[in-house]
C-alpha cells in the first residue's frame, strides 16, 4: 500500500476531472433548488386555479394548512445532523526531546542570556510546576544557543504534525482525500504558506478542502476550533473534518530576564493533537463521541483582560509572552461568564433554581451570604481542565467543587507531558479512556482557556464502549505508573 505522505502531486490528475464527492453534493444541491422552485410553482398554480373558479374558502384554508405544514416537515428534516468525534490521536514525543530539571537548567545558565536571578526564578518555577522529568521540548531548544529560526519552527511542524495525522487516519481506515474540512490550530508561529497549506500539500489534499489555520488563541483553540467544525458541518453535509491541534515551541522560547515572561520557557512542553468529526449518518456507528454542546466566550473588551496575557517586546527587544499578576482574576471571571452560560443550557431545574434563589438572596436578604454553586456533575461524569499550572488547575476545582478525582486528568496530564497549550485537553482525554473510566453515555468536559482572553467549553457524550485504549496512546508505556499521589 502507498503511504499517505508519496501521494501522486500530478496537477492533471486534480484538474481534468471532479472529485466524486463534490459532485455528488453539486448534484444533490442542484436536485433540492430544482425541488423548492418546483414546489412553489406548483403550490401557485393551484391557488391560481382555486381562485380562478371561485372554490369555497375552505379549499383555501385547507391548502394553506398543506402548505404550512409542507414546510414545517421540511425545516425539521433540514435540521442539522448530530456531529460526531469519529476518533483522535495523541503525539508521543521521542524520548531524545525529553528535558529533566537539571539539562534545563545547564542549558539554561549556557545560553548566556539569562542572569543569576532569572535562572534561580526558572528553578524554583520548574520544581513546583507540577512536571515531572520526563517532559520533552523541540530539538531546536537542546542546542546552545537554541534554534529559533524559521528553518527549525518548520521541522518541528513536520515532527509533531505528520505523525499524529497519519496514525489518526490508520486507525481510521480513511486516505487523506477523504477530508472535507481541514483546521490547525497554532498560536505563536504563523507561517506563509499556512500550516493548514503545508498538511494539504503534504498528503495532496482535494482542490476543494475547506482549509482553515487559526492563531493566537492560546491554550483555548482547540475547544474553539471544535466549535468552529461544528458551524462548518451545519453548511457541508455527509463530510469529515479534521483538526490539528499544536504549539511550535522553537519560535517561542524568551531569551531576556523579565520574569513575567520567563514562565512559558518553564511550563510550555512539545505536544500535538489530531481530531476526526463527521455529520455522516453512518458515523454513529463507529465514532466514540457525539458533539452535546459547545460555547464560546471571551472578554477582550475589557482592556485589563486583555492586557492580562500579551506578547510584546521587553526593554531589550526580546519578544516574549508577558502574564501579569491579575491573570488568575481574568480567568476567574472568564470561565465564571462562560459556566453561566453553559450551566443554563445543560443544568437540571432543580440545579438552576438553587443557584437563582442564592443569587436574589444575596441581593435582596444577606449581602454576605455565598452564591450557590450548581454542581454539574449531575450533568458531567469527566472533565478536562486547562493545564495551564497545577495552582490554576486546583482553583478552578475548587470553583466547580469538583474533587481530586475529577482534576485527576489535568493534573496526570501535567506531570507527565506538561502544558501542551492546546492539545493537552487530547491527552487528558485520552488518559480517561486509558485509565477506561469513560463508560457508554458519559459526558466529558473539555475546558479550554486562553489569551484574548477566552473561554471555550465542549460537552461530548460517550455513543460507544471505550475499550483497549491502555495499550494504545501516548499513555501506553505509562499509565500503569498512574495516578501519582504525590505531585505536591
Excluded at 484538474?15 to 406548483?42: A, M, Y
Excluded at 534561580?120 to 531546536?140: D, H, N, Y
Excluded at 486528568?409 to 492539545?423: D, I, K, V
Aim: hydrophobic letters at 40%; proline letters at 5%; aromatic letters at 10%.
Amino acid at each position: 500500500m502507498e503511504s499517505l505522505s508519496k501521494l501522486s502531486h500530478d496537477p492533471l490528475h486534480h484538474t481534468t476531472t471532479l472529485p466524486p464527492t463534490l459532485l455528488s453534493k453539486q448534484l444533490h444541491s442542484i436536485f433540492l433548488e430544482l425541488l423548492s422552485f418546483s414546489t412553489v410553482i406548483l403550490i401557485a398554480s393551484i391557488e391560481a386555479y382555486f381562485i380562478l373558479h371561485q372554490w369555497k374558502p375552505i379549499f383555501h384554508f385547507l391548502f394553506l394548512c398543506s402548505f404550512i405544514l409542507f414546510f414545517i416537515l421540511k425545516l425539521f428534516l433540514s435540521k442539522p445532523p448530530p456531529v460526531y468525534l469519529v476518533d483522535f490521536s495523541c503525539f508521543k514525543p521521542p524520548s531524545f526531546c525529553r528535558i529533566p530539571f537539571s539539562s534545563f537548567l545547564e542549558n539554561a545558565s549556557l545560553f548566556q542570556f539569562h542572569d543569576a536571578e532569572s535562572l534561580s526564578f526558572m528553578a524554583k518555577i520548574l520544581t513546583t510546576s507540577g512536571q515531572s522529568e520526563e517532559t520533552c521540548v523541540p530539538p531546536a531548544l537542546h542546542y546552545i544557543p537554541p534554534k529559533t529560526h524559521l528553518r527549525e519552527s518548520i521541522k518541528e511542524v513536520h515532527m509533531v504534525l505528520f505523525p499524529v495525522m497519519e496514525d489518526l487516519l490508520s486507525k481510521t481506515n480513511l486516505s487523506p482525500r477523504d477530508i472535507d474540512i481541514l483546521i490547525v490550530n497554532c498560536s505563536g508561529f504563523c507561517h506563509c504558506p499556512s500550516l493548514s497549506s503545508i498538511i494539504i500539500n503534504k498528503y495532496s489534499m482535494r482542490s476543494d478542502i475547506k482549509s482553515y489555520t487559526l492563531s493566537g488563541m492560546g491554550c483555548s483553540a482547540s475547544a474553539l476550533a471544535i466549535d468552529m467544525a461544528q458551524s462548518l458541518l451545519k453548511i457541508h453535509r455527509n463530510s469529515y473534518a479534521l483538526v490539528l491541534s499544536t504549539e511550535i515551541l522553537s519560535s517561542g522560547w524568551y531569551s531576556g530576564n523579565d520574569r513575567t515572561k520567563l514562565l512559558l520557557n518553564c511550563l510550555f512542553r512539545t505536544g500535538s493533537a489530531a481530531i476526526l468529526l463527521s455529520n455522516r449518518r453512518e458515523a454513529k456507528n463507529y465514532s466514540k463521541y457525539k458533539l452535546f454542546r459547545t460555547l464560546r466566550t471571551q472578554r477582550a473588551f475589557d482592556d485589563k483582560a486583555y492586557l492580562s496575557a500579551f506578547r510584546e517586546e521587553d526593554s531589550e527587544g526580546n519578544l516574549g509572552v508577558t502574564l501579569k499578576r491579575d491573570l488568575l482574576q481574568v480567568a476567574g471571571e472568564t470561565l465564571r461568564s462562560n459556566i453561566t452560560v453553559l450551566g443554563s443550557s445543560i443544568l437540571p431545574l432543580s440545579e438552576k433554581l438553587w443557584h437563582g434563589v442564592s443569587i436574589l438572596w444575596k441581593k435582596f436578604i444577606d449581602k454576605s451570604n455565598e452564591i450557590y454553586v450548581p454542581n454539574f456533575k449531575t450533568v458531567i461524569q469527566h472533565f478536562c481542565l486547562p493545564t495551564s499550572g497545577r495552582p490554576v488547575i486546583k482553583e478552578i476545582a475548587k470553583g466547580l467543587k469538583l474533587g481530586d478525582r475529577d482534576m485527576e486528568a489535568a493534573l496526570m496530564t501535567l506531570h507527565r507531558f506538561g502544558n501542551q497549550s492546546s492539545s493537552s485537553l487530547w491527552y487528558e482525554l485520552a488518559y480517561l479512556e486509558a485509565k477506561e473510566r469513560v463508560n457508554k453515555g458519559d459526558k466529558v468536559w473539555q475546558l479550554g482557556m486562553g489569551s484574548g482572553p477566552k473561554c471555550n467549553s465542549v460537552v461530548w457524550e460517550c455513543i460507544t464502549p471505550i475499550i483497549g485504549e491502555s495499550k494504545r496512546g501516548p499513555w501506553a508505556d505509562c499509565i500503569c505508573r498512574y495516578p501519582i499521589k504525590a505531585v505536591d
